[in-house]
């Protein structure tokens, strides 16, 4: 069981029965790039992907790290509000900048964004919810 909160993640362990804390810490570049958690999600591959205040997160659960910005292309300081997978296993990414589509397989990023005056563009950049339907639409 995850939990993110605004002052960081916890991990509960089962066999411990105790909630182990994930922080940011400056001084350690395997940590968490921000505190303020906005969502958690598990993808179709079993990666843990953490949305921060401050970038996205890969959780790696052999050594019990973080990698930030796992997927170039993804701005740092960008709020990751949302996180979901299309039924072809692409990631979708919505942000305060808006969405971003990662394909594992051919590794494009697909950046999507308001353009004033373009009518097929999105409505407005920020994005603080995704889902993707059982059709694998979003």
Do not use: M
């Amino acid at each position: 069981l995850w939990v993110g909160t605004r002052k960081g993640l916890n991990r509960y362990d089962r066999h411990k029965n105790l909630f182990i804390p994930y922080f940011q810490d400056s001084k350690d570049s395997l940590s968490l790039s921000n505190n303020v958690i906005h969502c958690l999600y598990k993808d179709l591959r079993g990666n843990l992907w953490i949305g921060t205040g401050a970038g996205l997160n890969l959780y790696v659960k052999e050594n019990d790290h973080f990698v930030h910005h796992a997927i170039p292309g993804i701005f740092p300081e960008d709020i990751i509000y949302s996180i979901a997978n299309d039924k072809e296993g692409r990631l979708w990414i919505g942000t305060d900048n808006g969405w971003y589509r990662y394909n594992f397989e051919s590794q494009e990023l697909r950046i999507c964004r308001h353009v004033p005056d373009d009518v097929n563009s999105l409505s407005v950049d920020r994005s603080t919810s995704l889902h993707c339907y059982l059709k694998g639409r979003l």
